[in-house]
């Protein structure tokens, strides 16, 4: 089985930036595949906040579109989401899958953004 695996969250105030890694473990990786990162709140379910396809063009939620970056590496079998200039409503926990969620999701990342 491939297990999402992601990192780099932490807290930080308005204004900073992270970012997160997303990567897998087990027999399988990143490449060929679309990759989505996906934010979770509490008591709500998870949404999209970015994707990049294995070829082609990066996609932005409204949320965080002209803060965000989202780039991948498939030799160091990665995907990164740079956010800047967060904001208290970035915080959550953040996953990353394919778009069909074949990868078993990892225990995500946890971003909190204080005022």
């Known amino acids: 089985q491939v297990y999402a695996v992601e990192s780099g969250g932490g807290s930080v105030q308005v204004g900073g930036s992270l970012r997160l890694s997303c990567t897998t473990k087990g027999e399988g990786t990143i490449r060929l595949y679309d990759i989505h990162w996906y934010r979770q709140t509490p008591g709500k379910q998870r949404e999209f906040v970015a994707s990049?396809?294995?070829?082609?063009?990066?996609d932005y939620s409204a949320s965080v579109v002209g803060r965000a970056a989202i780039s991948r590496d498939d030799a160091q079998n990665t995907v990164w989401l740079q956010i800047d200039n967060l904001k208290p409503e970035d915080t959550g926990v953040y996953y990353c899958?394919?778009?069909?969620?074949?990868?078993?999701w990892g225990q995500g990342t946890q971003v909190t953004v204080s005022p």
């Open positions: 899958n394919t778009r069909a969620g074949s990868f078993a």
């Open positions: 990049i396809p294995a070829f082609g063009i990066p």
